[in-house]
């Protein structure tokens, strides 16, 4: 029966219908999905490298406040208190206290005897600025160095930070 609709008086016109109901199909189903993923990946990659631009301008600006930190020898002279301290009034002078999550303070002995005073913390909320600026202090006026530093991004487009700022005893 299909046979003779394919063979028939108007056979030709069923072939063509169904050919064109094929492509409709193929149309529908294949070439337009395609087509939106495509520029769905096309938007997600022009704002992954606005992101790129932004961090590499942010990581230069970074790099420009350390070159003009205090020398080593400098930074701290003078000022009392365990880096603990010097970190926690670093971030009230900032104003970040509603960010800190968790400020751990540890002291490890190192092979060589020398002690290292450690503090371990957890900003939440953070915006790239106020890191920044936290950084620069922690490295200027606290005499702290970053030993180590983790960044995410969270649901409301800001930074959730955890850091570990350290310094020989002593300094």
Known sequence: MIARLFT?????????????????LLVQFVVLPLAR??????KR??????????AERLAGEYVQLRSVALPD????????????ARMEAAGRRLKL?????????????LPDG????QVRVRLGGLGMRELLDYLYECETSVGGRVDSLSLRRNRDKL?????VIARPEGS
């Open 73 to 84: 020898d400098d930074i701290g002279a003078g000022s009392e208190g365990t880096l603990f």
């Open 159 to 163: 930074l959730d930070v955890d850091m």
């Open 114 to 117: 020398s002690r290292l005073q």
């Open 37 to 42: 993923s495509v520029s769905d990946s096309e």
């Open 8 to 24: 028939g008086e108007h056979g030709r016109a069923v072939t063509l219908g169904a050919i064109g109901i094929g492509l409709l």
């Open 45 to 54: 990659l022009r704002s992954a490298h606005k992101a790129l631009v932004r």
């Open 97 to 109: 206290d509603s960010m800190v999550e968790s400020m751990r303070p540890e002291n490890r002995t």
